[in-house]
């Protein structure tokens, strides 16, 4: 059985353990607090829906023009966990002496986390206790809970569906709000059925939030229930004895997806009538024998990292949003760190694990970027661009909601990094539709920014102002990562034009010769687009035979302070940061995994040597990407070293924040550790390259990957075996040697001895 | 007579007229607001104290280490203005068709403002009103209304004592508050002896402010005066007939420089118990005769220009504080632009005027950096250096106030500047006991901050991260300004250290080992800064032949949007700005007025007229840098047009803000327009240098200098005339020829003809 287990309670992972055992779908995501509550210690009891914003102000010390004003801030929405415990009366709670044979565990092949434990009450007696939860993925709507206790007495539960929700917030931690104002109100509340529900409203976007909790009980014996309904909160009481199971069948929507949230939560619950927690979680399992079958991957002769790899893998699945009104958080649906903004983490994190086996959801994402589009327009007029699109660095709704510019505006990269994932998208699947629907237009006006940005000088073309992946460095001209991926954007944006122009399906070319007319696009500023990223300085240092970060970055003076103070963002004024050679994540290197077919291998490989000596880390977006690039220069002990790194940051807690949430870009980027990391898998020249290795710690693994209209799956151990599963032929590399296969066909390749100790 | 005079009342002039016409004697200041009120129209009714502060939380929309978390505001203090005038109970205000024979001046000779008019009654009767007042220079704490009606009829007098003082904001401006919170409580109010009295204290600092206002009746009619205590104010109603003259004596004291300022407010009035306006007013003539003796500068052949650069000279009179608790804030004590702070502009526009005529009031400005040292270097470690003092951009108390770090904490040249006013100090007066208790120390714990964030590369060395004085460009590596000030910096530092080493005077001595030994400065240190001193890279560009702003500067596009959008920070987002080759003010072309010996006269020339080209002047202290740098390089005619943009800024409010206050460094650069500019006053190598030219709208203008033991005047008309007023003997250079002058001797030399439309 697949699962992650934590079979002691301690009071101080409290927080962390409610982020790590979160259920979620993507749509709702609920943090793992206790039922029965806790005898103290810290919690954040908290309940998300991917979208879902309430907008305040912001107050800047000294504003200047196209800062924002306002910011999208993600609600608690109604908390349903709530299930107290009474045995004759007693309050069951985790007291150190007072229970004993704790479990906890989520269950990836079944679709639940499942806690239980035994309880010894001050008369010596032992009751059972187990609380069951799912969010299910078949309906994303519904979260439901099982509540089982065994005792010999009298068993009261009390259930709470509460609308008192405050954000967490600390004032001292950038990372976290600092805003503690309710953001939602109260607008209905009440019973009927034994269903408890709660109407919410966000109190400045005036966006409905419905929440129905509908309570069964099975059991064989008598018991009662009845319902009071309180100004913030209806609690259900139930009373029985020796065995009573509760299931809690809940029902989640909202304004944005709903016209009338409430009504339909009700008729959402009406489909459920005969459900209850069982049946739930058969449906669960069905879902998930199918996910598993296509998109898990197996590791071979190592269970601990094939449990940790499908604990990602399930993460994702529970945090990543499948509709275009949603996307990818931060920290997903599983706390409330960085305020539940989407940044670009989802492009350049996750969204290249979803293209690769479940090509619909990661349409979802780009649909999301389509449709805040506008927004994006109307930001770059903000910031005084004549066209074009300037993407939001983090954001709900669509609005640039950050309040530090050099480290969030001036991130002008996060344009290009979307047009690439619309671009993967577009070898992936070859979808011509969805291209010249929305993929080309995001594409056209994400490019036209560089060149407004962007100056020719000296022959070249340069790009000032602008900060890159690397947080630790701020408004430097020519960042490399920028540039490189600007020299993408414009690339794409140009042939492009050149292929639609020219494309023989009609009915394409007629949707892109409107796209063009509406955008006001044509050949001249496609021509620049193309001097430009034909030009696009990509700045080198002959001497150490690397790629420069940015035209200053060498020139400063490595870091001589105290490295013990991490994060440094805590310690030290960003000034004094920005003034070394230090590194918050991976830059040049990163811009070498996405684009390589631009860089030179010495250099690049040269590059990685470099700035890896210089990289704190500090970014949960680092590890990963140094550990696929440890691959790629076939340094593989280094490489699991960082996979190991990327598995614990959460597991372990090693950044120290897992209790605001999930790090879900290092998930999806431990998940590409092994795709893009140990397989080798990239997209040169719209083909698939694998140059796979194995760590010495395993003794193979495989996976599958949709492309275009194939199934492939690779299987890696001492001999590398592909199969063409669906699909009629694929073409693809193997250690840069080009294959053709055929369906049904396999291929056999050896595997390659590489230095495991460079 | 010299005076400024405007004779016509314009309700829409308001606002900028408060500011010019304010009274002042640095250490309160009074706005120009009209005692009888005004009909409608805007009004910022303000007094303020010179170096009186209240504190305020500062809120960042995301904070970082080392952001101020705590700002100091400047309070107004107690309104004294207020005194309606009711003629048989018609209260008299400027309403269009009532009044007539206008008139309002300042008179710079006798040190007071008047305004008189003619008031038309509803009956058609005529009454005569003169107001006068004025800030007295001797005794600092007084002010003085006079306010005489003449009318046949009953008059009424309602004189206020107003505590009810809030701050003017505007959420809109960067440059001023948007904070609008009463920082002033009232602590004790009521009246004793005709003299009502007002106690404040600062609502978060507690520092007492205790203000008196005496009330005299000068008339030889019958009247009544009787007095009601309000909330928040005293109404002191004075009934009389025919001739009535009101004299209010105002004492303000605070609770910085008096234990028990109210104690002290009544035992400085009582001190005043025989004076009433007219024997204040003598009292002024007598100090002002000797003032214009000693710094008043005569231009001959234009009248306009000779008023109005007395005008500038009377308001640093007005505005610079002379006690070591004060300062002279971006403002003055003229209003609340930029909230009372203090910046460089003390140290480099205004310091230079004051050190060459009024030296013990330029010491005093250097007090005050000597009293917040300790601040400087507690904020030093803020910022994570290991020692050294790194003054605030901005402040009162001592503590950095700046909400925006790229425009302000990353100006480290402010370091520099202060310590550049220490080291022109000391070679104006060879004040050699200061220096040792008090200048050394500022200029050996500003140096230390440069070799802590510059850094040696490849034999230069280099200061990353820092913004010059142009705030259009932020964040770079290698400001010219800031380089070249941090070189002389640390050039005065090593040299000091070596010439106090090695003093004869064994007390200065003494002192000098007293203090190395607690700042713990060495040898080996010293060193360092000499090293760093030597390689510090000042960069060019060879092509162009000038000195390059930074190291991108040059390489970033020439502004090609809307340049009427002026100041270009109120119309595009700080990212597009720094995006081009665009100046808010002098950057390279301050740093060769402050230091010519250190550049390339063809390479400075050049630079002046490439940087003229893309600097916008948004900045006031822009227009005075370029006009004296236009004489340094013969261009008189372009001088005189800089001279007269400068002179405007304020008496035309061509930036469209005098409202907020007048602009105190343009003022000080204004008077060195004439000394630095067409006189060509330079300090090299501790030599006096003059490179006299004179425009074509004047006939000549002459002025003194003191000069370590010597008052030397200088009269330059077609032919140049030196005279040594006091001290034995001085050496001078004019047009870089040497001239030894003895006392009592006079020096001719022919003025040179300059190419006057290079």
């Known amino acids: 059985m697949f699962k992650y287990e934590d079979n002691s309670y301690d009071i101080m992972a409290q927080l962390k353990n409610e982020s790590l055992f979160m259920i979620g779908n993507g749509y709702i995501g609920v943090r793992g607090a206790f039922e029965e509550g806790y005898p103290s210690g810290d919690s954040v009891r908290g309940s998300y829906i991917n979208g879902l914003y309430d907008r305040l102000d912001m107050v800047h010390a000294e504003k200047a023009v196209g800062f924002p004003t306002k910011y999208d801030k993600q609600p608690k929405v109604a908390d349903t966990q709530t299930c107290l415990v009474f045995l004759d009366g007693e309050p069951a709670q ?32 032992i009751a059972y206790l187990k609380f069951r939860r799912l969010a299910s993925f078949v309906n994303l709507n519904v979260v439901s809970y099982s509540i089982e206790v065994k005792y ?17 917030s ?22 009927k059925d034994d269903t408890s529900y709660l109407l919410l409203n966000t109190k400045n976007t005036s966006i409905l939030q419905a929440t129905l909790v509908k309570h069964l009980i099975l059991t064989e014996n008598d018991y009662s229930m009845d319902h009071i309904v309180k100004d913030e909160r209806v609690e259900t009481r139930i009373t029985g004895s020796d065995n009573l199971i509760l299931n809690k069948i809940c029902v989640f929507t909202d304004g944005i997806r709903y016209s009338d949230p409430l009504k339909s939560a009700w008729e959402i619950l009406g489909h459920l009538a005969y459900e209850n927690y069982q049946t739930l979680l058969e449906i669960q399992k069905n879902y998930l024998d199918k996910f598993w079958d296509i998109a898990g991957i197996k590791i071979y002769g190592n269970e601990n990292d094939q449990n940790h790899i499908r604990f990602m893998q399930y993460q994702l699945l529970q945090n990543v949003g499948i509709d275009p009104f949603s996307n990818v958080s931060a920290k997903g649906l599983s706390g409330e760190g960085y305020e539940g903004h989407f940044f670009w983490d989802t492009e350049i994190y996750i969204f290249p694990v979803l293209v690769a086996n479940q090509p619909q959801h990661a349409k979802n994402l780009l649909e999301y970027r389509y449709n805040i589009l506008e927004r994006a327009k109307e930001r770059a007029v903000e910031l005084g661009h004549k066209k074009g699109a300037a993407y939001p660095w983090r954001t709900i709704s669509g609005i640039e909601c950050s309040g530090y510019f050099p480290a969030s505006t001036a991130q002008y990269h996060i344009n290009a990094d979307i047009a690439y994932a619309f671009y993967v998208y577009y070898e992936f699947t070859k979808d011509l539709d969805f291209m010249v629907e929305k993929g080309l237009e995001v594409i056209f006006e994400t490019a036209r920014i560089w060149i407004q940005i962007g100056n020719f000088f000296q022959d070249k073309f340069h790009i000032h102002e602008v900060t890159g992946p690397d947080e630790y460095t701020a408004l430097v001209s ?57 030009n696009m300085v990509l700045l080198e240092d002959e001497e150490l035979g690397i790629y420069a970060q940015d035209s200053t970055f060498l020139k400063k003076p490595l870091w001589d ?97 897992t209790k605001d949430g999930l790090h879900l870009a290092n998930i999806g980027g431990t998940v590409l550790s092994v795709i893009q990391g140990f397989a080798g898998l990239r997209l040169n020249g719209g083909n698939l390259y694998f140059r796979p290795s194995v760590p010495s710690q395993w003794e193979g693994y495989s996976f599958k990957i949709s492309f275009r209209n194939c ?33 049904g066909e396999e291929l056999r390749v050896a595997i390659m001895e590489v230095n495991k100790d460079d």
């Open 94 to 125: 985790l007291i150190n002496t007072k229970y004993q044979n704790y479990r906890r565990y989520i269950d990836y092949e079944k679709g639940e986390t499942v806690r239980e434990y035994e309880f010894v009450t001050r008369n010596n007696k």
């Open 152 to 168: 010999d007495g009298e068993i009261v539960l009390l259930s709470i569906l509460d609308g008192d929700v405050k954000p967490y």
């Open 170 to 191: 600390d004032p001292n931690d950038p990372r976290i709000s600092n805003e503690s104002k309710d953001l939602m109100e109260i607008t209905d509340i009440g019973e």
């Open 478 to 534: 020519d960042n490399y990562y920028t540039n490189m991926m600007a020299k993408f954007n414009l690339n794409k944006a140009y042939e492009l034009y050149k292929y639609f122009s020219q494309i023989e399906e009609p009915t394409i070319y007629e949707k892109f010769k409107l796209l063009i007319e509406k955008i006001n696009l044509d050949e001249e500023e496609i021509n620049i687009m193309k001097r430009a990223a034909d």
């Open 561 to 657: 302070l105290d490295i013990d103070k991490r994060p440094l963002l805590l310690y030290y004024h960003p000034l004094t940061i920005y003034r070394y050679q230090i590194l918050k994540q991976a830059d040049v290197v990163l811009a070498h995994l996405l684009l390589e077919e631009y860089a030179d291998y010495e250099k690049m490989k040269n590059s990685y040597e470099y700035y890896e000596k210089i990289t704190t880390h500090d970014s949960s977006l680092s590890y990963c990407i140094y550990g696929i690039m440890a691959n790629r220069f076939n340094m593989v002990d280094k490489a699991y070293e960082y996979f190991n790194q990327s598995v614990l940051l959460d597991l372990h807690d090693t950044h120290r924040n």
């Open 711 to 743: 199934l492939v799956e690779i299987d890696v151990r001492r001999e590398i075996l592909i199969k063409l599963l669906e699909g009629d032929y694929l073409n693809l590399f193997i250690y840069d040697k080009g294959y053709k296969l055929k369906k």
